[in-house]
């Protein structure tokens, strides 16, 4: 294929929208909408969100040292959309999108119950990296929608949730199953 | 919803399942398949791949410090797959997956062409977290299939591309597109 040089850019895509709450009274919730977000180490868990300085999640994570990933849907996709574009100075956002404050287990920031997995985090190192804070985190717990939970095998079916997807400014909900991972080393069943 | 605790565990999903390329010379380069990865800074644009240190791409970039990021997309699903289950050290991958090395800009490691988006990164710092090294990289140079790069607007459409998600152990087309960036606070055209 021919090849044109870019301008360095942030260009790794699809990545997940997730909705990050924040706060630790019901007053100072709020929530935040973040692409900039991943798994770093599997063991221990540990992940990040990547916020600029300005927004009102920053301000409060670096307060609290703790927030919760809210992973997202198809049927969260306006949400998610509205939380990553407004702010919590002006609106309080769950009253706004009608999404359901609910308690966690270890923090004190609040999950969304319209979200089929929340992931609670913990701050150990906050670097500024430039126009971005990168928070590293451990994962000190995970919430999972019962329903999603296959009674034979007790996993969590994520993808049976319409998971939303974003990519370069775009959100789609999944298409086509490709496969399993190892699918391309697996024989063949007869 | 009714949530049910889980033990904190890796579950942001859905990610892209990149190839990373690296190497400095024909005879070493190698493609490792990695999940553990996104953006961190927009401004400088910043980005990372968490690798086992097991990992015969760990002991290729631990020498040379640099990388690159090559984006996936369905026609690379069992390429994609197959480079996260075999190791360099027993296999020549490019060859295995008759894909084709092509020279960088600025990185002495190897573009897949076939990918449509390459992006050449180089180490700023290796975090030690347990399981994985976290490589925190800077983006040097980005290179873009020509055939995607809109005559009008000049802006590359890696979604014309097909990309590749990957959620929960399954790999993914995208499918139906809900909405752009700010589709929520966007007044209908009449």
């Not at 997940?16 to 919730?29: C, K």
């Not at 939303?164 to 199953?177: C, D, F, I, N, P």
């Amino acid at each position: 294929m021919a090849k044109i040089a870019f301008k360095p850019g942030t260009m790794i895509y699809p990545l997940p929208a997730v909705m990050v709450t924040s706060g630790d009274t019901p007053e100072s919730y709020n929530i935040a909408t973040v692409a900039w977000t991943g798994t770093i180490c599997t063991e221990p868990p540990m992940c990040y969100i990547s916020l600029r300085k300005q927004r009102h999640t920053h301000d409060i994570i670096m307060r609290t040292r703790e927030y919760v990933i809210n992973l997202t849907t198809e049927a969260l996709a306006r949400a998610t959309d509205w939380c990553g574009v407004r702010s919590g100075r002006d609106y309080d956002k769950f009253r706004e999108m009608q999404l359901t404050p609910q308690p966690a287990q270890v923090v004190k920031a609040p999950l969304i119950a319209e979200s089929p997995l929340n992931i609670e985090c913990r701050v150990i190192e906050v670097k500024e990296l430039g126009s971005h804070d990168m928070f590293i985190s451990e994962v000190v717990a995970i919430n999972a929608e019962e329903s999603l939970i296959d009674k034979g095998t007790g996993a969590f079916q994520f993808n049976h949730a319409a998971p939303l997807a974003y990519s370069h400014g775009k959100y789609y909900g999944l298409g086509e199953k490709l496969g399993g991972f190892g699918f391309s080393v697996k024989k063949k069943k007869h």
